[in-house]
């Protein structure tokens, strides 16, 4: 059966996990192609989205000055839905070089992990400690063998991953 983003389940930002997932720790994956290929990877049985629209993005820091040297400007500026388009693009992008679809934007994308992954940035060291690939579909086998593998408790230690 193929798989659609549209088939995963979407849930209020402040609310429950939707009926039919399972229990247990969820976390939202970085917002890049490494986290989106674990966010399909997880697939619908394992994840779920909640909206996450320009508006709510943190501002961005914007800062003027030498490269390797403390900043001679620093100011903040709104997350703007080009920004969104932006960022979703490039994930995009990513995916497609990866042979997965294309995934709607303004969205951010919760996991099931173990109890000992506290965040998406726990979740994305665990999961690129063993894959250093830099091909995408590379990156997406490794991703899938890892995920299946941290979600069995077998700690991710195959060889093959290692350089």
């Known amino acids: 059966m193929a798989q659609y983003w549209s088939t995963f389940q979407t849930a209020d ?16 994956v970085i917002p890049s192609g490494h ?73 951010r994308w919760h996991v099931l992990v173990p109890e000992h992954i506290e965040d998406g940035e726990a979740l994305e060291s665990a999961l690129r400690e063993k894959n250093k690939y830099v091909d995408p579909v590379e990156v997406y086998a490794a991703v899938k063998e890892l995920y299946e593998m941290m979600q069995k408790g077998i700690p991710p230690t195959l060889s093959h991953y290692d350089y």
Do not use: M, Q
């Open 35 to 107: 986290g989106a290929l674990t966010a399909w990877v997880a697939g619908p049985r394992r994840c779920y989205r909640t909206p996450y629209p320009a508006a709510a993005h943190p501002p961005i820091r914007v800062t003027r000055g030498h490269p390797g040297r403390t900043p001679a400007e620093v100011w903040f500026e709104p997350y703007t839905e080009a920004d969104l388009k932006d960022e979703n693009d490039d994930i995009n992008s990513y995916l497609a070089e990866a042979g997965v679809r294309l995934r709607p934007h303004g969205y």
């Open 13 to 28: 930002p402040d609310g429950e996990i939707p009926d039919g997932l399972p229990d247990g720790r969820y976390v939202a």
